[in-house]
């Protein structure tokens, strides 16, 4: 064996070996021997399986087992060779080349190290902002959501017609040609007119009727409606008006104070001032997401230069170039899968993005070590469960699906990131 190392920079080095066969050899011999020791056989008794009927019947396995090992012996010469702590490797070696000849094989292989480099004082990457003001018709426009919530529905007393606004209680059935359709008909529904939920021309229709009153209405459905059935098609609803009921807010006062914030001492002082914070909390994210977040990133990039490991950077360049083939179209993705001049420009120029991102991921997790962010699984979890209600999925699926798709370390470093700029900018004063 044979093994030549060369340092490319502090990130990568070069490892040529040539493996002679015969020391796969030795390996080959020894596993077998190792494995007569273990294995049953029928007509052997445990222990006393001759090396040769394990090589008859293992033989395949066993060959990449003593190449495997025969590379491990290559990779540890190399690490003692450049001084290089097996610790510092990162990812897995990559294969430039690897030559069967009759009596040895050629490789060439690249290692690459965690990047190691000072911090130094990174108090200028964070770019100066003005905290977003909040008007007072801001306030009163959060003031009047926060009343919505608790609106309740009366039903109206005096023998009046249907009207925009009104909230319709009905009956309906729907028919196609002469006959109900999957999915046409409801009890009871309850339907905000103008609301515009129901198909063009259907609240229109309903505008006018009584209580207990009884109608027949004609609508067509969307070109592009989801149910191919009913798609472009004239149909029929026999509708019955069952109640009309009424909108009632309340007022904006101590009493919408205590129930929106669940204090009996709450004032509307104090709601007001919990509206103004909703309203400056979502411009700031806004801010931040915009603005803040790419400039800091994009100042930590600028202020730090060092080398990255290839094997991670050619990984984030798969990860981009998959990204990218998703937009193409099929005579696009067609032409690159053909040519390899075509897939090495895609992978160029997704290169630059990919190098940028990579760097900003170590010196981020630089950062929050520095710092001391952390980012428990119970809050991850908190996020996924937030995420499937905000979504109207099943929480235990989405945690399953981030799960089973290796999603979690992803969404780990998302929010760490988030936690140090938020750190870093003060936008947690």
Do not use: W
Not at 17 to 40: Q, W
Not at 52 to 73: P, S, T
Not at 175 to 193: H, P
Request: charged share 40%.
């Amino acid at each position: 064996m044979n093994v030549s190392v060369e340092k490319i920079d502090d990130a990568n080095y070069k490892v040529k070996a040539t493996i002679d066969n015969s020391d796969i050899e030795k390996n080959l011999e020894k596993l077998a021997k190792e494995a007569s020791k273990t294995i049953k056989v029928d007509g052997f008794r445990k222990g006393k399986v001759p090396v040769a009927v394990i090589k008859k019947m293992y033989g395949d396995k066993l060959k990449q087992d003593a190449e495997a090992e025969a590379i491990r012996e290559v990779l540890q010469e190399a690490y003692k060779e450049a001084g290089i702590d097996a610790n510092d490797v990162i990812g897995n070696p990559t294969f430039d080349k690897f030559e069967e000849n009759d009596d040895n094989k050629e490789m060439e292989i690249t290692i690459s190290l965690k990047p190691k480099f000072d911090l130094g004082d990174y108090s200028d990457v964070a770019p100066e902002y003005q905290k977003p003001e909040v008007s007072d018709e801001e306030v009163q426009e959060e003031l009047d959501n926060i009343a919505l919530k608790f609106t309740k529905f009366k039903p109206i007393e005096d023998d009046r017609e249907l009207k925009e606004g009104d909230i319709a209680v009905f009956d309906f059935t729907g028919y196609l040609d002469g006959k109900e359709f999957e999915g046409g008909s409801a009890k009871d529904y309850e339907l905000k007119i103008g609301s515009k939920q129901f198909i063009d021309g259907f609240e229109e229709q309903m505008v006018g009727m009584k209580k207990g009153e009884e109608k027949t209405i004609k609508v067509t459905f969307p070109k592009d409606y989801h149910a191919a059935n009913l798609a472009g098609k004239e149909v029929e609803f026999k509708i019955k008006l069952n109640d009309i009921e009424q909108e009632v807010k309340p007022e904006i006062n101590d009493d919408l104070a205590k129930k929106a914030l669940g204090k009996d001492d709450a004032t509307l002082d104090e709601l007001k001032e919990y509206a103004k914070n909703i309203v400056q909390q979502a411009k700031i994210r806004k801010l931040y997401e915009d603005e803040l977040k790419p400039k800091i990133l994009e100042n930590l990039i600028n202020k730090y230069d060092f080398p990255l490991p290839k094997n991670i950077v050619e990984q984030e360049i798969d990860n981009l170039v998959n990204q990218k083939a998703q937009t193409l179209s099929e005579e696009e993705l067609e032409e690159v899968k053909k040519s390899p001049e075509k897939l090495k420009e895609l992978r160029e120029s997704v290169r630059e993005d990919a190098e940028k991102s990579v760097k900003a991921t170590f010196i981020v997790d630089a950062l929050a070590k520095a710092e001391n962010i952390e980012v428990s699984d119970g809050e991850i979890s908190q996020v996924l469960y937030y995420e499937a209600l905000m979504s109207g999925q099943d929480p235990q699926k989405v945690m399953e699906y981030y799960t089973a798709n290796n999603l979690l370390p992803v969404i780990k470093m998302g929010m760490i990131e988030d936690k140090l700029f938020t750190k870093l900018l003060k936008l947690e004063d």
